[in-house]
Antibody, heavy 120, light 107 residues
């Protein structure tokens, strides 16, 4: 049974870079699936950040594209998120997820989420 | 980019009531729509994909319909465990935007 687990600092300073990793267990990041990041500010809705395939192909939310990098590390069976120049507006629970591609580009598996606060 | 809207933003209904939530896309997305349920403090859970296909293990009181720009999620008989926020998501192409959510609680 595939499981996803986010990890990374829970506190990032303004103007810094948020870095998170999603470890894939019970399966391979090199499968046919795509892998994705979503965030949820406290008390608000879900925001799609972007997605990656093990080939390195990526798609990003245009509203975040200038600050976001998603990468995959096949040797460690994980994928990562970097968000630069963060502000308080980037405070959110960050979820990693598996995309059910090629069946469809919806999330069929989610990590538990990790809260990242941006504060000095 | 295609924008997703949902209505209502919140609703309160009695146990056993039929509940309908609407999701609208600003442009046609065929049937590339998913619905998720997020209970308070929990991770979102996939309910429906391809607009009307029930994910394995999801109770049959949940159903989805629609195509193009207008979609609905229906709970045929609301149960206490259905208290949650429901999100639609379009996935025909990136960016794979979510709707703003509909909060459902018990009257």
């Amino acid at each position: 049974q595939v499981q996803l687990q986010e990890s990374g600092p829970g506190l990032v300073k303004p103007s810094g870079t948020l870095s998170l990793t999603c470890a894939v267990s019970g399966g391979s990041v090199s499968s046919s699936n795509w892998w994705s990041w979503v965030r949820q500010p406290p008390g608000k809705g879900l925001e799609w950040i972007g997605e990656i395939h093990h080939s390195g192909r990526t798609n990003y939310n245009p509203s975040l594209k200038s600050r976001v990098t998603i990468s995959v590390d096949k040797s460690k069976n994980q994928f990562s998120l970097k968000l630069s120049s963060v502000t308080a507006a980037d405070t959110a629970v960050y979820y990693c997820g598996r995309i059910a591609a090629p069946m469809g580009w919806y999330f069929d598996l989610w990590g538990r989420g990790t809260l990242v606060a941006v504060s000095s | 980019d295609i924008q997703m809207t949902q209505s209502p933003s919140s609703l309160s209904a009695s146990v056993g009531d039929r509940v309908t939530i609407t999701c609208r896309a600003s442009q046609g997305i065929s049937n590339f729509l998913a619905w998720y349920q997020q209970k308070p403090g929990k991770v979102p859970k996939l309910l429906i994909y391809a607009a009307s296909t029930l994910q394995s293990g999801v109770p049959s009181r949940f159903s989805g319909s629609g195509s193009g720009t207008d979609f609905t999620l229906t709970i045929s008989s609301l149960q206490p465990e259905d208290v949650a926020t429901y999100y639609c998501q379009k996935y025909n192409s990136a960016p794979r935007a979510f709707g703003p959510g509909t909060k459902v609680d018990i009257k």
